[in-house]
């Protein structure tokens, strides 16, 4: 491994709180299978095998956190909030709050779909490195690095909110972390009589229209055309958006 590569993956291990012995396994964890396929002469092995362990290790450990977090709850509640909490969007938003986009080994054409911005790639690169910790360190460090930050979702604030999500809130806070812009909303149509309004709602981005939503009034059409857009947002990679022409 270059030493540019050395200096640089250490600001990953500052986001991690966790110092490898074997620094080799972090780097293996962060090489995409485009990267590893457009550089085959050096018989370099991507991250594939390592995402396999790590699907396994953050099972484990969100179960385990969960059983201690709940301790009255039964078998079928706990496998509700373990699906909740370990899907791709989730498990997307933990890779960019360590910024594993910046440390991604990526090919050159998956890298020019803004390949480091898409949730598939990003939740699969968390589960790598969850098992390279796991595998440079056992299950003490793994525990307490998902552990860390998994339990944000689970405090007492945020735990009634895992079935309701606040889309409005997660829309801002995504643009203008990727593209320093805040979104506004445009109310297009209100139909119907006092007793029984209809509202639509867009949502608007530098002058596109990234979401449309219905409701019986403007807060819950707001929340759905906030849906939609975050659901774009994540799908297409934030980067390209700017250049998308319509949504």
Same mark, same amino acid.
């Given at each position: ?27 293996? =964890?962060?090489? #995409?299978?485009?990267?590893? *396929? ?18 396994? %290790? ?11 977090? $709940?301790?009255? &709850?039964?078998? +079928? ?8 909490? %370990? ?7 933990? =890779? ?12 050159? /054409? ?12 990003l939740a699969d690169?968390?589960? =790598? %490195?969850?098992?390279? @910790?796991?595998l440079d360190g056992?299950?003490?460090?793994? $525990? ?5 930050? $998994? ?8 735990? +009634? *909110?895992? #079935? &309701?999500?606040?889309? !409005? ?7 203008? =972390? ?9 109310? @297009? ?16 981005? *530098?002058?596109?229209?990234? /979401?449309?939503?219905?409701? !019986? ?9 906030? !849906? ?6 994540? #799908? ?12």
């Amino acid at each position: 491994m270059k030493k540019e590569r050395r200096q640089h993956l250490k600001q990953l291990q500052k986001n991690l709180s966790y110092q490898f012995k074997k620094l080799a396994l972090l780097n293996q =964890a962060l090489m #995409h299978t485009s990267y590893a *396929n457009e550089n085959a002469a050096g018989a370099m092995s991507d991250n594939e095998r390592l995402e396999f362990l790590g699907d396994a %290790v953050l099972g484990l450990v969100i179960s385990h956190t969960l059983m201690d977090r $709940f301790p009255s &709850h039964a078998e +079928g509640e706990l496998t509700k909030l373990r699906a909740e909490l %370990v899907n791709q969007r989730r498990i997307a938003e933990m =890779a960019r709050e360590l910024q594993l986009g910046e440390f991604l080994l990526l090919g050159r /054409g998956e890298d020019s779909t803004a390949g480091r911005y898409k949730n598939s790639i990003l939740a699969d690169t968390y589960e =790598a %490195v969850i098992a390279a @910790v796991y595998l440079d360190g056992g299950y003490g460090p793994v $525990f307490k690095m998902v552990r860390r930050q $998994f339990m944000k979702m689970l405090t007492a604030e945020n735990e +009634g *909110n895992l #079935h &309701h999500r606040d889309f !409005k809130s997660q829309v801002q806070e995504y643009t203008q =972390a990727f593209l320093k812009s805040t979104p506004c909303y445009r109310l @297009v149509q209100e139909s119907g009589p006092d007793h029984n309004k209809s509202f639509e709602v867009n949502v608007i981005l *530098n002058d596109i229209i990234m /979401g449309s939503g219905y409701g !019986k009034n403007k807060k819950s059409a707001e929340q759905k055309a906030a !849906k939609e857009a975050l659901e774009k947002l994540q #799908h297409a990679g934030t980067p390209m958006l700017g250049t998308s022409g319509s949504p």
